[in-house]
């Protein structure tokens, strides 16, 4: 059951941009996750919000949460190409007991060099 | 350096055979999961574990079993392959803090072919 769903599908750029993708979900949530995938790969923890936090910064990323809305944002600045990956919003519900992260289907980003 | 580790990044079965995925962590972590992820459908979770000899199905356990003997490892039966398993799975751990998930740890995953 997909509870996050990222906007767009898919993202090039250039190389120096900077890039926003958007997670959009349906239920209260616990906490908000960014995951990244390189191709083939596993994916790799990129950064947390909890549900009473509106920013956080992380490096070149930051991310925004907007419970109101149900929808966070995760900025990437000054973009390179290796920032050229996938990248997974995952949610924790709220009162979920052992229901573990539930993750969207990801954006696609490409930097072009 | 913590680490999650699969058994195989490739492999191929036949149709029929019994298959039989690993995944071990080091970090001493309560929960194990396991997730298919096919192209258009994203990440999803086949059964997942928090606590030795404890399983909990996921969105798509169908076809699937799972074994967890030891804390740190996490093991992913296909009981009879079929060509509608063949896929990347995902294994991943996390620690249970407070009664919430946290950060997933994943492997680097195991890419599946069924013939």
């Known amino acids: 059951s997909q509870q996050g769903e990222e906007d767009p599908q898919a993202l090039s750029i250039q190389e120096g941009e900077n890039a926003t993708m958007n997670c959009s979900y349906k239920?209260?949530?616990?906490?908000l996750q960014w995951y990244r995938q390189n191709s083939g790969r596993g994916l790799v923890h990129l950064i947390l919000?909890?549900?009473?936090?509106r920013e956080k910064h992380s490096g070149r990323l930051r991310v925004t949460l907007d419970t109101s809305k149900k929808s966070s944002s995760l900025l990437i600045t000054a973009s390179r190409a290796a920032d050229t990956a996938s990248y997974f919003c995952?949610?924790?519900?709220?009162?979920?007991?052992?229901?573990?992260?539930?993750f969207g289907k990801g954006t696609r980003l490409s930097v072009i060099a | 350096d913590v680490k999650v580790t699969q058994s195989s990044r490739y492999l191929v079965k036949r149709t029929g055979e019994k298959v039989f995925l690993e995944c071990v962590q080091d970090?001493?972590?309560?929960?194990m999961f396991w997730y298919r992820q096919d192209p258009g459908l994203g990440l999803r979770l086949i059964y997942f574990?928090?606590?030795?000899?404890?399983?909990e199905k996921g969105d798509i356990p169908e076809g699937y079993s799972v074994s967890r003997e030891k804390k740190e490892r996490f093991s992913l039966i296909l009981e009879s392959a079929s060509t509608n398993q063949t896929s990347m799975y995902l294994c991943?751990?996390?620690?249970?803090?407070?009664?919430?998930?946290?950060?997933?740890?994943f492997g680097p995953g195991t890419r599946l072919t069924v013939l």
């Open positions: 991943a751990s996390s620690r249970l803090a407070g009664g919430s998930y946290n950060e997933q740890f």
């Open positions: 239920t209260s949530i616990n906490n």
């Open positions: 919000i909890r549900s009473n936090e």
């Open positions: 995952a949610t924790v519900l709220r009162n979920s007991g052992n229901t573990p992260l539930v």
């Open positions: 970090m001493d972590h309560e929960n």
């Open positions: 574990s928090y606590d030795v000899k404890m399983k």
